[in-house]
C-alpha cells in the first residue's frame, strides 16, 4: 500500500512540473557511490487556484516520505523508503548505458520505467523523452555522502 501511495505522488509532482532539458552530463561510476536522497521539487507558482491547492497537498503529503538510495559497487542499488512511520527496503541494480545515463532497475516505490538520470551541476534528475528531446523532470537525487 505504501509504495503505490510513494509512486503516485512522486509521479503526479512529475506530471505537474517539468522543465526543458539544461545543461546535463554523462554519469560516472565513481561519481555515482555512495548514499542519496530523492527530491521532488513541488513548484508552488501557478496561475490557477485549483492547481495551487494540488501542488500544497501533494507537497505536504511529500514532506512525511523520505527516499533514499545506496548506489553500491557492481550495479547494486539499495531503494529505503521511511513514509508514514513504517520503512520499506527493497534492492534492485544500475547501469550506465553507452550515452553515459543512468538508468535504474525496476524500483517499485519510485517509477523509472521511461527515466534517464544524468548529472546536472551536483545532482542527478530524472530526464524523459519526449518528441526525441531529453526532458528534465521536477526529481532529482542529492547526494548525502
Keep these: 500500500m505504501i509504495r503505490l501511495f510513494v509512486l503516485t505522488m ?9 522543465s526543458t532539458a539544461t545543461a546535463q552530463s554523462a554519469v560516472k561510476k565513481g561519481k555515482l557511490k555512495g548514499n ?6 513541488v513548484d508552488q507558482d501557478s496561475d ?3 492547481e495551487r491547492v494540488i501542488l500544497n497537498s501533494i507537497d505536504g503529503v511529500l514532506d512525511e516520505i523520505d527516499v533514499y538510495f545506496q548506489f553500491k559497487a557492481d550495479g547494486e542499488l539499495k531503494v529505503s523508503v521511511n513514509a508514514f512511520g513504517e520503512k520499506d527496503v527493497e534492492q534492485s541494480d ?13 524500483v517499485k516505490q519510485v ?6 538520470w544524468m548529472f546536472s551541476r551536483s545532482r542527478l534528475y530524472a530526464y524523459n523523452y519526449e518528441d526525441g528531446k531529453l526532458v528534465r ?8 555522502d
Excluded: H, P
Design 111 to 116: 517509477s523509472t520505467d521511461e527515466s534517464v
Design 10 to 18: 512522486v509521479c503526479s509532482a512529475m506530471l505537474l512540473g517539468v
Design 94 to 106: 544500475w547501469t550506465i548505458n553507452d550515452d553515459g545515463q543512468l538508468i535504474l532497475g525496476d
Design 48 to 50: 490557477s487556484a485549483l
Design 36 to 41: 542519496w536522497k530523492l527530491v521532488v521539487d
Design 137 to 144: 523532470e521536477d526529481v532529482y537525487l542529492k547526494r548525502l
